[in-house]
């Protein structure tokens, strides 16, 4: 009953169409395909709900396989149409009706046959945002799902046999007017420009309700249909291989194959791109060298998704004053720090003079304060700490009890020694991470015993939900809503960023968000946090391979192979 009720209703889709349905297709038997071979560990979950943000080579899969409403162009820096040909957003910023294309397929590909099944329509996004906020079903790793309007009390219900399909349809801010139009509303107060960054993620995508209801373990080679530029030819613990979708209406390159290998090991890649035999590849910087000899091998260096930081507790003297955070900031040799690092055999860094990347969308445009110790003293004699008298004893930087974080706060001390003439005043010492956590996020209490209560200042990473300006700079560090509750009062830098998160400008926004993080990190920044590390990302590819992303997940389509 269930299969003749789906076919029914595709037909009724397509009839709605009114075009012609993509026939099944068998790929051409080209003796030479233009094929990329990709070296990807091994993936474990290509759901897109469920992804984790750190789960980087199942993004890169999934962003290949299932098509979004918008898309990231990290070469231009824009976030551009992709299953939505265009929206409308209502006079308050808050509902937002996404006019679809009609000419998307769900794809399979079964015995070199391609199967178009039926069109994406605006159920499929519909079905897959109530799946996320449903707590009966898969969870996504983070909660970028809850801007949409009622997903958050839905996905928190305790009685959850309340749940069913009129309830999800009744809370849930999520609707199809049509198969073509879809409308969302947002569950804030305010505008979100953001909204279109946020619709590129993984657990925004269009799933296909009748193949992944029942399914039991979703998806396998057996059910999976996809919706991207490419249809999954085989998949196994070694490789998978992809063909380009047939009936993909958007641009592309001309790359016709995809080979994505799981079973080269990170120290096997320098080789295997000096001989050719593979086309691209995240690297390790320790086997840069190795690849410099090969004259067909570019390397990039593209910014990573995680920043290295220095945070305090404003509560406790004189982290109070702005012009000991300037002086502190100015104060550590950051790029001394990332050759020591690499020195110590750790992963390559970029120097972080300023809290958000210049990749993201909407990212500011200056960079901040720089290492100057003459002024550093000088800030510092300003605020009548001259050579650090008057300050505690003992001011000790927490960190994790991890390798890389240890020598990190090990070095950035020795520099506030030694550059601000405070002898041995400032150490490191060690707690686990997620008392780190509490401590910046504000949910622990003042304690005089710093081992019980806040840490003075402490040291931690951060890594944004979306590759936005809002989601760093205004998710990590406002004043009301920031993740770090350092005890920044609200001033003219909040209304900055609130601002830049309700302006639909592009231009407009990175002005505003360049302006905040000016009042932020710049010469006279108010300094809540220290900016210290960028995690880069090095990518080793053919010189005939073009049109690699200085960021975000790999887009196989947007790939070209020179055939010349």
């Given amino acids: 009953m269930l299969k003749r009720l789906f076919w029914i209703g595709l037909l009724s889709t397509l009839l709605w169409y009114g075009q012609p349905t993509p026939t099944l297709k068998t790929l051409a038997q080209n003796n030479t395909p233009i094929t990329a071979r990709v070296a990807i560990h091994s993936i474990n979950n290509l759901d897109p709900t469920t992804l984790s943000r750190f789960d980087i080579n199942g993004r ?32 308050d910023g808050l509902t937002w009706t996404f006019n679809l294309r009609n000419d998307i397929y769900w794809m399979q590909y079964q015995d070199g046959e391609v199967k178009p099944l039926r069109p994406v329509i605006a159920d499929d996004v519909v079905f897959a945002i109530q799946r996320a906020c449903d707590p009966r079903r898969p969870s996504p790793k983070t909660t970028n799902i809850y801007i949409v309007e009622g997903c958050r009390d839905v996905a928190n219900l305790l009685d959850t046999w309340r749940i069913d399909d009129a309830l999800l349809n009744e809370l849930i801010g999520v609707k199809a007017l049509d198969e073509t139009t879809l409308q969302i509303q947002l569950s804030l107060a305010t505008p979100a420009s953001y909204f279109l960054t946020m619709t590129t993620l993984p657990e925004f995508r269009p799933l296909p309700r009748e193949l992944v209801i029942g399914s039991g373990s979703w998806p396998t080679i057996a059910t999976l249909a996809t919706s991207g530029a490419w249809l999954v030819e085989s998949w196994n613990e070694s490789q998978m291989v992809l063909s380009h979708n047939p009936n993909w209406p958007l641009q592309r390159g001309n790359i016709e194959r995809v080979e ?30 190795a690849l410099t000899l090969a004259l067909d091998t570019v390397i990039e260096e593209h910014e990573g998704g995680t920043l290295y930081l220095i945070g305090f507790s ?13 002086a502190l900031a100015q104060a550590v040799n950051r790029q001394g720090l990332v050759d020591y690092l690499i020195q110590q055999g750790f992963d390559p860094f970029q120097v972080a003079t300023r809290f958000t990347p210049s990749s993201v969308i909407a990212a500011p445009t200056t960079e901040g304060a720089t290492f100057n110790p003459s002024v550093a003293q000088q800030l510092l004699a300003t605020a009548g700490y001259a050579q650090c008298q008057k300050f505690p004893n003992s001011l000790t930087l927490v960190v994790h009890n991890d390798a890389l974080e240890i020598a990190i706060g090990s070095y950035v001390v020795a520099q506030w020694n030694q550059n601000l003439g405070c002898s041995s005043i400032f150490q490191v010492a060690t707690a686990p991470r997620q008392a780190i956590i509490d401590s910046a996020h504000g949910t622990v209490d003042r304690s005089e ?5 806040r840490f003075a200042l402490w040291l ?8 936005d300006a809002n989601a760093w700079t205004n998710d990590a560090l406002h004043c009301q809503f920031g993740f770090f509750r350092t005890g920044r009062i609200c001033d003219q830098v909040d209304s900055l960023l609130d601002q830049g998160a309700s302006t639909f400008n592009l231009a407009e926004r990175a002005t505003l968000y360049t302006q905040a993080e000016a009042g932020l990190f710049g010469a006279n920044g108010t300094f809540p946090v220290i900016p210290l590390l960028q995690r880069q990302s090095l990518i080793g590819h053919q010189r005939w391979l073009t049109g690699v992303a200085p960021y975000g997940p790999f887009q196989f389509d947007q790939w070209t192979i020179s055939t010349n």
Avoid: C, M
């Fill in 60 to 91: 890169d899969v999934v962003e290949n396989l299932f098509v979004g409403l918008t898309r990231l162009d990290a070469k231009q820096g824009q976030i551009v149409p992709a299953l939505a040909n265009d929206w409308e957003i209502s006079s």
């Fill in 260 to 289: 994505v290998l799981f079973t080269v090991n990170s120290d096997q890649v320098p080789l295997r791109l000096s001989s050719g035999t593979l086309d691209i590849a995240r690297i390790r910087h320790q086997d840069t060298s």
């Fill in 314 to 326: 404003f509560e406790y003297p004189p982290f109070d004053n702005a012009l000991v955070r300037q």
């Fill in 449 to 453: 015993d710093s081992n019980t209560g």
């Fill in 460 to 467: 931690l990473s951060w890594t944004a939900d979306y590759p």
